[in-house]
């Protein structure tokens, strides 16, 4: 099968993301004398390199030993009470004009005195009372989120931000379908572009996971290529009970189709799968969920049936909940 995508263009993103997770990245950590010890393990456990490309410094927030902190991209300071060492420390980073993260175990009304005691902005003050949630969800979106330009090269060195790379990776490019859904006037103008931004979208998520990408793994992109065509019919056949919205149908359809299809590759990469794996799973829950699809022409009014619950057909690995979630995002 042809694929319907600039071959050129996907051999120059796949070599443009070897070189962006290849960026050198250095990090520096400050960990207040009364931080709690379960945090400090895990962000121990967690902030390991796995290449010669990250640098990682460790620092005592210690009143009585002056701290210098080396140029970084971000500090990450583990508080405890929030004495005045560590207010030094991150008054100093910020200083410097440098991102800084206060993280600590807690509940609102620790973060609040911390960002009194700290003088940081609640933006930038994590807290959370369990040790994963705070380090493996909301420090890993904020580092994502702060250092976006080496995303990758985060990822690529800490395991613990590769599904926070990743979910950046696949909302990007499901606004940008949704987009493209919503104002594709002629009739399958958009697939190429779903299908090239989907394949881009999954030699991200492959990146972020450490897979070897090249003109090699052109071949198993193929299976994008079966989603996008299921994302065309369901589209054209939603469209012919609602041609008023169509345009928010689409756009809610290009939106729903690309995050289900993201998180399914996320999933597979968790498990393990390596990029064939991925292509051959995402590949087969296309087929399955092309023969599941209501045939056109079986309408009997001018409204389709609600179907029940326990019959609604599922798209397996590739669109599950796609067509709930494009009807709210078209509302």
């Excluded at 990250?54 to 009143?63: H, I, K, M, S, T």
């Excluded at 606004?175 to 999954?202: C, E, R, S, W, Y």
Aim: charged share 20%.
């Amino acid at each position: 099968m042809a694929l319907p995508m600039d071959v050129p263009d996907l051999v120059k993103s796949g070599s443009k993301l070897q070189q962006d997770r290849s960026q050198p990245v250095s990090l520096a950590v400050v960990v207040e004398l009364d931080a709690d010890d379960a945090l400090v393990q895990a962000l121990r456990e967690r902030l390991r390199p796995q290449t010669a490309g990250a640098v990682l410094q460790v620092e005592v927030a210690d009143p009585d030993r002056p701290l210098t902190l080396n140029p970084c991209d971000a500090v990450v300071a583990v508080a405890g009470s929030g004495g005045s060492a560590m207010a030094d420390a991150v008054a100093s980073a910020r200083l410097a004009r440098t991102p800084v993260v206060v993280v600590a175990l807690g509940d609102e009304q620790v973060r609040v005195a911390l960002a009194d005691a700290l003088k940081q902005p609640l933006a930038d003050l994590l807290v959370d009372e369990e040790v994963a949630t705070l380090a493996d969800v909301r420090l890993a979106s904020w580092l994502a989120d702060e250092i976006g330009s080496k995303r990758l090269a985060l990822a690529h060195n800490f395991a613990f931000m590769r599904r926070a790379v990743a979910h950046e990776a696949v909302q990007a490019t499901a606004m940008q379908n949704a987009l493209v859904g919503a104002v594709a006037f002629v009739p399958g103008a958009d697939m190429p572009i779903m299908t090239a931004n989907q394949a881009k979208m999954l030699l991200q998520i492959a990146a972020a996971y450490g897979e070897k990408l090249g003109p090699e793994r052109l071949r198993e992109l193929a299976a994008i290529v079966g989603g996008a065509f299921v994302l065309r019919t369901v589209a054209r056949q939603v469209l012919g009970f609602v041609p008023v919205l169509g345009w928010a149908v689409k756009g809610g359809i290009g939106y729903a189709g690309t995050v289900a299809m993201g998180k399914a590759a996320i999933e597979y990469f968790e498990d393990g799968a390596d990029l064939a794996e991925v292509a051959r799973r995402l590949k087969d829950g296309a087929g399955k969920a092309a023969q599941k699809l209501p045939r056109p022409g079986r309408r009997t009014s001018s409204l389709p049936e609600r179907t029940p619950a326990s019959t609604q057909p599922e798209l397996p690995g590739l669109m599950a909940s796609a067509t709930p979630e494009a009807g709210a995002a078209g509302e």
